[in-house]
């Protein structure tokens, strides 16, 4: 489940947009400790995020010595979350013209998902009737 998002448009990079999210959840976390990345997050987001908001950003690196695909210690469950979103057709393509329906559509998604996980045949029944 997701804990926080932030939709920004494509002109701003990714550690750009890490910031707006980082910032975003600063205070509502009070056991967040160590957040995980990708090498595209890498630089000086890594001070940024020690010093502004007192966590560690820790940055998943894939080894130079293998070759092919290989799957990332945690950097998994951030792809797999990304598939589910294809799931449901208002984020299968980029519909949304603005950022905040974008995030609100990702929003439905998870707590739809939530639901199914908590209680899947009372869900499915729902629907089906």
């Known amino acids: 489940m997701i804990w926080g998002l932030v939709v920004h448009a494509a002109d701003i990079q990714d550690r750009d947009g890490a910031k707006l999210v980082l910032e975003k ?5 009070s056991r967040l400790k160590l957040i995980w990345a990708d090498g595209g ?9 020690q010093e502004i908001c007192g966590w560690v950003l820790e940055i998943v690196k894939r080894s130079d010595d293998v070759a092919g695909f290989v799957v990332l210690p945690k950097r998994w469950i951030v792809e797999r979350t990304f598939g589910w979103f294809g799931w ?3 984020l299968s393509k980029d519909y949304e013209e603005l950022t905040e329906n974008s995030e609100a559509m990702i929003l439905v998604c998870m707590i739809h998902r939530m639901l199914r996980h908590l209680k899947p045949d009372e869900l499915a029944a729902g629907w089906e009737s």
Not at 25 to 29: C, N, S, Y
Request: hydrophobic letters at 40%; a positive charge; glycine letters at 18%.
């Open 25 to 29: 959840a600063q205070g509502r976390f």
């Open 88 to 90: 449901y057709r208002r």
């Open 41 to 49: 997050y890498a630089g000086q987001l890594i001070g940024w995020v």
